[in-house]
């Protein structure tokens, strides 16, 4: 609605209709319908609109926004109320559509973060997982791997991946190096069982997340965890020695599977 309208003032329908915001049109349907008819008219015959008249139309107007189909409407208006019972039973109305608008956008926020979820991981949620040198590493891994069988296979699997997924894996790899501190911290030999069920961990995460991983393999990987430096300082910035620790561990899981034979299937 705008402008505004002194009080005792009656307005003709096409003041009306601009102050209220309604075409000229639906006040005279409005009126042939019997909804809400001019209660006055002037000295030349022109219907008028009074100050009654318009409270009604603002209620009107009101239940229209709300969805209120006409007949209903006219069943609203049909018992006598006064002007605060009218505004409180819209109000409650609004209320309720509002209460349902919450719950409509909470399901939408929820299908967008489910959506969400399904997208790629982005550079940003890969530093946020595993730091800032994550993508140099990668970097410097495909310069020297990333022709081999390996290393594409890792990259088909891990292309679709979202940022939930990486975080499931670098759970998993937490826990891999939690194992292999524990067999540490509780005095453990490489060759004891402990450590070797970490390092058969260790290969079967390999095998199932990224690319097919033997114990030939995955000795292979062992040595390079004492080879390059930087490997070597991932594992013992954990615990002091923990780099020699998984490859021992690993070259002792790989002779016990090589003891015990091909699984009998």
């Not at 399901?107 to 991981?121: C, H, K, T, V």
């Not at 524990?182 to 290969?203: K, V």
Request: hydrophobic residues 40%.
């Amino acid at each position: 609605m705008t402008g505004t309208t002194r009080v005792g003032e009656s307005l003709t329908v096409g003041q009306v209709a601009e102050r209220f915001g309604v075409t000229v049109r639906t006040l005279h349907h409005y009126d042939e319908i019997g909804l809400l008819s001019p209660g006055e008219r002037s000295a030349a015959g022109y219907r008028l609109y009074t100050q009654d008249d318009l409270v009604c139309l603002q209620h009107i107007v009101v239940y229209r926004r709300l969805g209120f189909a006409l007949e209903e409407v006219a069943l609203l208006l049909e018992h006598p109320e006064t002007v605060e019972a009218h505004l409180r039973r819209q109000r409650a109305a609004v209320m309720s559509r509002l209460d349902e608008m919450r719950d409509l956008v909470t399901a939408i926020d929820r299908a967008l973060e489910r959506e969400m979820n399904q997208q790629p991981a982005t550079t940003e949620d890969m530093k946020e997982l595993f730091g800032d040198g994550f993508y140099e590493n990668q970097a410097e891994a495909q310069e020297r791997w990333g022709d081999t069988d390996a290393w594409k296979q890792s990259a088909q699997r891990t292309k679709g991946w979202t940022k939930a997924d990486w975080a499931e894996v670098k759970a998993e790899t937490d826990a891999l190096h939690a194992a292999f501190v524990a067999a540490m911290d509780a005095g453990e030999p490489p060759t004891s069982e402990a450590a070797m069920d970490a390092a058969e961990q260790h290969r079967l995460h390999i095998d199932r997340r990224f690319y097919d991983c033997s114990h030939a393999f995955h000795t292979g990987l062992a040595d390079m965890y004492v080879s390059d430096p930087r490997f070597t300082a991932t594992y013992d910035e954990i615990r002091p020695g923990m780099s020699f620790y998984v490859r021992d561990a690993i070259y002792a899981n790989a002779e016990r599977a090589a003891a015990q034979g091909p699984p009998q299937g």
